[in-house]
């Protein structure tokens, strides 16, 4: 071939194929299904019809070429194919005259199945044996489907079946009973970043790390088509693929970005938060990519809180472990699904860009109270006064349930004290007319003057008032205090929560109480039996009981009994919320 400047030269091949796998051990991600292949191979326990199934783009038409060569190597049937003789090049190069390869979207009806089974008949012309490649079978007619089942039940000898297809719910139980299926598994983030990484070193193409990542996020799960948008990315960047011209090129949201929302969120500050959508906007970012990815962060955040075994590590890996830590399991389940119904609502907004702030402003409205530290009214966080200071300090301790008297907090000596004090309800705030309360200023600083020691402490009220986020808070809301001695302190974590008791969460803790009451404090962690006045306890027995004071009280309001009574209504408990104490 000639180019415009006269020199000779070859045409361009799409990196998907040029890279398509030629051999199993070419094969990425699919391990299970090149492994029972493979000894089924060499075994010699061949089956008549293979189905393969999987999402697009995950190597279910590769995989069934290579079993055709494994099938028909001159060099005798194996797992291993030469790939050198006349079968196998052949083969590669679409032209083995024994291989059929039929696309069912374009050959539905029943005629074409008659044609394909009447050819199966005939003993192959060069090849061992006679190979049928159906691809997307479940868009067969129910004709051709049963047109199939005799041949697929008694076939000849020579023949062999492989059906690919991306929905095999829609293939009938009779032909399923009679193949041989294996599923293929989308393709993680990691591992295509890391093959579109070699790729691109033998290509010669300079690329950043993160711009392959950005990449095979976008592939969701397909090395086809993760390879194809490298192809863009190659073109729209001149020959270099860089991470700023990827996200412009599939408008996606760089990670930096998303953790900078979440930065503002955690702190509860409205003015940064719509500075960064500001930002986005002014960047050109589409605000239902923005939200589609934050959607996809919290994941991230809601595994490294719950199953941090089943995170990769990545090039963010670092960056989400921390904002983990800035975050409790109920907020990030919060911003997800207001996350999901923003992103399903932008299409009814004034415009995106409101829509979208409305989302972020309802993730800081609605964000539960698990921090103690009250908002300011410019959205920020407000100074949280000591413990030992004014009823501004109250935030330290959980709201006592309503029209239920509370007992003042009392000293904690041992656990029996610790349980009599909890069952009491030592959450109310102390009176605005006591010396005490009014000795302190209203801004006093977090960390008292002199640390309180241990013999004093209220659970309860210690652990609202820590500076904790994340797995290190969920440990102090599952601890329970059972001994205390001077300066050190016994805490219990319960069978159920003992995963908890990780080194790196327990130092946390520890810091954040040594911050506020002395370097000398000394904390042992133990597990027992089942603890039942942990922090966590006390507050959902509080909650319990403000909805149950709520629900009486409307059942007992004399509007609501007449309405039940005349129209034979009925109070549905689950709508009734408790008013904010």
């Given at each position: 071939?000639?180019?415009l400047?006269g020199?000779s030269?070859?045409?361009?091949?799409a990196l998907?194929?040029k890279?398509?796998?030629?051999?199993?051990?070419d094969?990425?991600?699919?391990?299970h299904?090149v492994?029972?292949?493979?000894?089924?191979?060499t075994?010699g326990?061949?089956?008549?019809?293979?189905?393969?199934t999987?999402?697009?783009?995950?190597?279910?038409?590769?995989?069934?070429?290579?079993?055709?060569?494994?099938?028909n190597?001159e060099s005798?049937?194996?797992?291993?194919?030469?790939g050198?003789?006349?079968?196998c090049t052949?083969?590669?190069a679409?032209r083995?005259?024994?291989?059929?390869?039929?696309?069912?979207a374009?050959?539905?009806?029943?005629?074409?199945m008659r044609?394909?089974?009447d050819n199966?008949?005939?003993a192959?012309?060069v090849g061992r044996y006679?190979?049928?490649?159906?691809d997307?079978?479940?868009?067969?007619?129910?004709?051709?489907?049963?047109?199939?089942?005799k041949?697929l039940e008694?076939?000849?000898?020579?023949?062999?079946?492989?059906l690919?297809?991306?929905?095999?719910q829609?293939?009938p139980?009779t032909?399923?009973?009679?193949c041989?299926q294996f599923?293929l598994?989308p393709?993680?983030?990691?591992l295509v970043?890391g093959?579109?990484?070699d790729?691109?070193a033998q290509e010669r193409?300079d690329?950043?790390?993160a711009?392959l990542?950005?990449l095979?996020?976008a592939?969701?799960g397909?090395?086809?088509?993760?390879?194809?948008?490298t192809?863009?990315a190659?073109?729209?960047?001149?020959?270099r693929?860089?991470a700023a011209?990827v996200?412009?090129?599939?408008?996606?949201?760089r990670?930096d970005y998303?953790f900078?929302?979440?930065d503002?969120?955690?702190?509860?500050?409205?003015?940064?938060?719509?500075?960064?959508?500001r930002l986005?906007a002014e960047?050109?970012?589409?605000?239902?990519?923005?939200?589609?990815?934050?959607?996809?962060?919290?994941?991230?955040?809601?595994?490294?809180?719950h199953?941090p075994?089943a995170?990769?590590d990545g090039?963010d890996?670092e960056r989400?472990?921390?904002?983990a830590?800035?975050?409790d399991?109920?907020?990030?389940?919060?911003?997800y699904?207001?996350?999901?119904n923003?992103?399903?609502?932008l299409?009814?907004?004034p415009d995106?860009f409101?829509?979208f702030?409305m989302?972020?402003?309802?993730?800081?409205a609605f964000a539960?109270?698990?921090?103690?530290?009250?908002?300011?009214?410019?959205?920020g966080?407000?100074?949280?006064?000591?413990?030992?200071s004014?009823?501004a300090?109250?935030?330290?301790?959980?709201?006592?349930p309503a029209?239920?008297?509370a007992?003042?907090?009392?000293p904690l000596?041992?656990?029996e004290?610790?349980?009599?004090?909890?069952?009491a309800?030592?959450?109310?705030a102390?009176d605005?007319?006591?010396?005490?309360?009014?000795?302190a200023?209203p801004?006093?600083p977090?960390?008292?003057?002199?640390?309180?020691?241990a013999?004093?402490?209220?659970w309860l009220a210690?652990v609202?008032?820590?500076?904790l986020g994340?797995?290190?808070k969920?440990l102090?809301?599952?601890?329970?205090?059972?001994a205390?001695?001077g300066?050190?302190?016994?805490?219990?974590?319960g069978?159920a929560h003992k995963?908890?008791l990780?080194?790196a969460?327990?130092?946390?803790?520890?810091?954040?109480?040594r911050?506020?009451?002395g370097?000398?404090l000394?904390?042992?962690?133990?597990?027992g039996?089942?603890a039942d006045?942990?922090?966590?306890?006390?507050r959902?027995r509080i909650?319990?009981?403000?909805?149950?004071?709520?629900?009486?009280?409307?059942?007992?309001?004399?509007?609501?009994?007449?309405?039940?009574?005349?129209f034979g209504?009925?109070?549905?408990?689950?709508?009734?919320?408790?008013l904010?104490p």
């Amino acid at each position: 071939m000639t180019d415009l400047f006269g020199e000779s030269a070859s045409p361009a091949m799409a990196l998907a194929r040029k890279w398509r796998p030629r051999a199993f051990a070419d094969l990425r991600g699919q391990e299970h299904v090149v492994q029972a292949l493979s000894n089924a191979l060499t075994q010699g326990r061949l089956h008549h019809a293979y189905l393969l199934t999987g999402t697009r783009g995950v190597g279910k038409t590769t995989l069934a070429r290579i079993l055709a060569k494994c099938l028909n190597c001159e060099s005798g049937v194996s797992a291993t194919p030469c790939g050198t003789c006349s079968a196998c090049t052949q083969i590669d190069a679409g032209r083995f005259v024994d291989l059929l390869e039929l696309d069912a979207a374009s050959n539905t009806g029943v005629d074409n199945m008659r044609e394909v089974l009447d050819n199966a008949q005939y003993a192959p012309t060069v090849g061992r044996y006679k190979v049928y490649i159906i691809d997307e079978v479940h868009m067969l007619s129910k004709p051709a489907f049963n047109s199939m089942l005799k041949t697929l039940e008694e076939p000849p000898a020579h023949v062999k079946f492989i059906l690919a297809t991306t929905d095999p719910q829609k293939i009938p139980v009779t032909v399923l009973s009679r193949c041989l299926q294996f599923n293929l598994k989308p393709m993680t983030p990691a591992l295509v970043a890391g093959h579109l990484g070699d790729v691109l070193a033998q290509e010669r193409v300079d690329a950043e790390p993160a711009a392959l990542n950005l990449l095979a996020r976008a592939a969701a799960g397909s090395m086809r088509d993760a390879l194809s948008l490298t192809d863009q990315a190659i073109a729209y960047g001149g020959g270099r693929i860089e991470a700023a011209a990827v996200e412009a090129m599939l408008g996606t949201v760089r990670r930096d970005y998303l953790f900078d929302l979440l930065d503002a969120l955690a702190a509860g500050d409205g003015d940064a938060l719509m500075t960064q959508a500001r930002l986005l906007a002014e960047r050109g970012i589409a605000f239902d990519a923005t939200l589609q990815d934050l959607g996809n962060l919290l994941t991230q955040l809601a595994l490294v809180l719950h199953a941090p075994g089943a995170v990769e590590d990545g090039a963010d890996a670092e960056r989400t472990r921390a904002a983990a830590e800035k975050l409790d399991a109920e907020t990030v389940q919060l911003y997800y699904q207001i996350a999901l119904n923003g992103r399903r609502d932008l299409p009814y907004a004034p415009d995106e860009f409101s829509g979208f702030c409305m989302t972020l402003l309802r993730m800081l409205a609605f964000a539960p109270a698990t921090d103690p530290t009250p908002r300011s009214p410019g959205g920020g966080r407000a100074p949280v006064a000591s413990a030992d200071s004014t009823p501004a300090a109250a935030p330290l301790a959980a709201p006592a349930p309503a029209r239920v008297p509370a007992a003042a907090p009392a000293p904690l000596q041992q656990p029996e004290a610790a349980r009599q004090v909890a069952s009491a309800e030592p959450l109310a705030a102390e009176d605005a007319d006591s010396p005490r309360a009014a000795a302190a200023p209203p801004d006093a600083p977090f960390v008292a003057a002199e640390p309180a020691p241990a013999a004093q402490w209220d659970w309860l009220a210690v652990v609202a008032g820590l500076r904790l986020g994340g797995m290190a808070k969920m440990l102090a809301d599952h601890c329970e205090l059972v001994a205390q001695t001077g300066d050190s302190v016994t805490l219990r974590v319960g069978e159920a929560h003992k995963h908890l008791l990780d080194r790196a969460y327990q130092d946390r803790l520890t810091g954040a109480l040594r911050e506020k009451y002395g370097p000398a404090l000394q904390i042992t962690f133990e597990v027992g039996s089942a603890a039942d006045q942990t922090p966590q306890q006390v507050r959902t027995r509080i909650k319990e009981a403000r909805q149950a004071e709520a629900i009486a009280a409307i059942e007992a309001d004399p509007f609501v009994r007449e309405l039940v009574e005349q129209f034979g209504g009925q109070v549905e408990a689950s709508t009734i919320q408790p008013l904010a104490p």
